[in-house]
């Protein structure tokens, strides 16, 4: 059997964890208990799984300073924010939606890098902004608050400017640790940022419940991350972000043929454009020659 290519596998492990983040969305329908439960069991299971990983791999682990060690550990509340949001989307709407909504994230980054990090404003980036709310628009049906669908879009617009948040925050972060230590610090520091709200509560989830929250925070978020920085070893930084702009497309699939969700032609036309947007801003971001 011949084997495939360093670049191809590279390409292969790129779209393997994107499906793997696209599918996690499905959790938000397939777990009973409300967001703040499933983002526990995510974090907690992933934190968990990526501890023996950097072990393996014997990454540092030992933030430069206490002062970067806390903030690392602080990003995990706004990371346990984010999911949050995002499930809450996807269970008062649907795993489209919310996916479709929360994809919006890179506009965000796109507009706020150059406030916070002080880098040039591009024209591009007004237009791929324009096209995204254009994009939001049409995934709304009727600018109702007691309308689900409205209300699934707002908290996934919610979720996206969460993570660009994240997203610009990890920026420095990235140039002095590995992606797995990141994730790891933050992960944990989402569990414990929850850690009250879940003692508070008189009931624990149902074994089969469990089961998908294990298997959400294993392999859906630990996996999928590992898969992604394998990938991302050979792979550009702009075609990784190409890539990743498919997990709302990868996500409707799955929950088409999981959920039986099938999208309107309005959702479909609204997530186009905003995947549009997306793709112009990753575009954008790809380094000269």
Known sequence: MRKLSPGVSALLFTHLATLLFG???????????????????????????????IKTFRLNLKPHTK?????????????????????????????AIGL?????FPVFTSLLEPVL????????????ACLCLLGVYYLVPSFDLRQPVFQGVLWGVISGFLFSWLTIA???????????????YQDAGATVFLLPLILTR???PEPADL????????????????????????????VASIISSLEPVYGLILAYFFLREIPSSRTLTGGAIILFSVILVSLRSRPSA
């Open 117 to 128: 990090l002080k880098e040039n404003f591009r024209l591009l980036n007004l237009l791929a």
């Open 23 to 53: 599918l996690a969305g499905l959790f938000g329908k397939w777990v009973k208990e409300p967001p703040s439960v499933i983002v526990f069991g995510r974090v907690f299971f992933a934190s968990i799984t990526l501890f023996p990983l």
């Open 211 to 238: 089961f998908r929250l294990a298997f959400l925070g294993i392999i859906c978020t630990a996996g999928a991350h590992s898969l992604f920085i394998q990938g991302m070893k050979r792979i550009s930084a702009a």
């Open 202 to 204: 008189n009931s624990i």
């Open 170 to 184: 990890n920026r420095r972060l990235t140039r002095r640790y590995q992606s797995l230590v990141i994730a790891f």
């Open 67 to 95: 002062v970067e060690g806390f903030y690392l550990f602080m990003l995990g509340a706004l990371l346990a924010l984010h999911w949050i949001t995002f499930f809450h989307s996807i269970k008062v709407a649907t795993v």
């Open 100 to 104: 479709l909504a929360y994809s919006t």
